[in-house]
């Protein structure tokens, strides 16, 4: 893996929506973000579904409370009412309708005006499983035994088309891995 500050463009923006309230962090894996907002003071509760990375997390970032749960569990309570929530590449594991109702949940944590940084696989996301591999749902395929979705630009906005008011939505090639990978980048502002 290769460096990928994406959230350092965002952290302005990340710390001023945060304020003295919580940041939730879906899917933190090893860390790099929850790094990256709790060098920046912030509150950081972050979560991961893996326990090899969670331990990480938790050595590289001993500030933040870092814990393992599945997405699709309750969110933890110290997370309640963020300012912030931020979710890279963690949000593509499931159908439409679990896909949605995640969606909803992260939008219910957050306080009015709340913060969603989030990046999603993008469809031209070729090397990462967006052709070539067993459709389960539009843009749903099993990739290598486990499913993985990709989003277009409509997909976006029919997702999060309720409840938000859209800052950016932009298409990025990163070279976070060794192989190029395409995903949108997205914030959004909780609308009241």
Known sequence: MFSDPWLKRWLPLAVTHAGEGPVLEIGCGHGDDTAVLAGAGLRVT???LSRAAVAVAKARVPSATVTRRDIRDPFPLEAQ???LVVASLSLHYFSWEETQSIVQRVREVLRPGG???CRLNSTEDHHFGASGHQEIEPNFYLVNGEPKRFFDETAIELLLATG????SL??????KYIKSKALWEVVLARAP
């Not at 938000?164 to 800052?167: E, F, G, P, V």
Request: proline fraction near 0%.
């Open 81 to 83: 009412q963020a300012g």
């Open 46 to 48: 972050a979560f991961d």
């Open 115 to 117: 913060l969603l940084l």
């Open 170 to 175: 932009e298409h990025f090639v990163t070279r």
């Open 164 to 167: 938000w008011r859209r800052l």
